[in-house]
């Protein structure tokens, strides 16, 4: 019994070899096989074309993830791999980046202190593009973080610039005359115009910036900051959003 099995086990060997060594080859030479070319790194016309003379065709999928720094059209990943052994006109499929960065929240750095707010926006991959200081009589807002030229929650991409003013604390000398400023976020540019005269202040330089998120003629930034105790003839500037 154990002689006849060592023959069929002799036997199945000898069939795997003639197939690996002389049928696969000859199958291969007469166009029944195609072998997969590795096209990592190309770019994905390039690869999609070297595909094409193997008589292969390649079709494009995106990573499951935005790669930061990663170009879009550069191959990643392909599927079967490089050097396989398939049928001609099988489908070859090629990873590239995904093409749009990806939407979060923007965070809530209200509060914050001014290298907890730096950190969070590192992390986020924020760019804190101006960061301005205003004076506060209060000592726990020294440091902190008092306005947020992006409201948190507000959804943005990978990149995004927002800017913070962050409180200075200064005593005031006994005697000084001082008003609070009004919180003027999220008004249009006259209803911020008409509360910063209720306040008793000027309104001073105002300045555009562009956002495909929020309300053209929104007021985004102000400084002073929102109850920031201020000289009655200190201007109050305005960031309003622009449409285009």
Known sequence: MKKKVGIIVLLLIGVIVILDKLVMPLYISQGNVKVVPDVLNMRYEEAAKTLS???????????????????????????????????????????????????????????RPEMDARETAARMNVTLQNVQTTTVTKPEDNGRVLSQSIPAQTMVKS??????????????????KKVTMPDVLGMSLDQARQAVGDAGLKLGKVTTEYSANLVPNTVISQKPAVNAYVSPDQPVELTVVKSE
């Open 53 to 111: 003379r193997a008589g292969l065709k390649a079709i494009k999928s995106y990573h499951v993830k935005y790669l930061s720094g990663v170009d879009s059209n550069i191959v990643l990943s392909q599927m079967p791999e490089a050097g396989m052994e398939v049928k001609p006109d099988r489908n070859v499929y090629l990873v590239v980046n995904k093409r749009e960065k990806p939407s979060f929240p923007m965070p809530d750095l209200l509060g």
């Open 159 to 176: 990149g995004t610039s927002v800017s913070i003013i962050v409180g200075r604390y200064e005593a005031m000398p006994a005697g000084t």
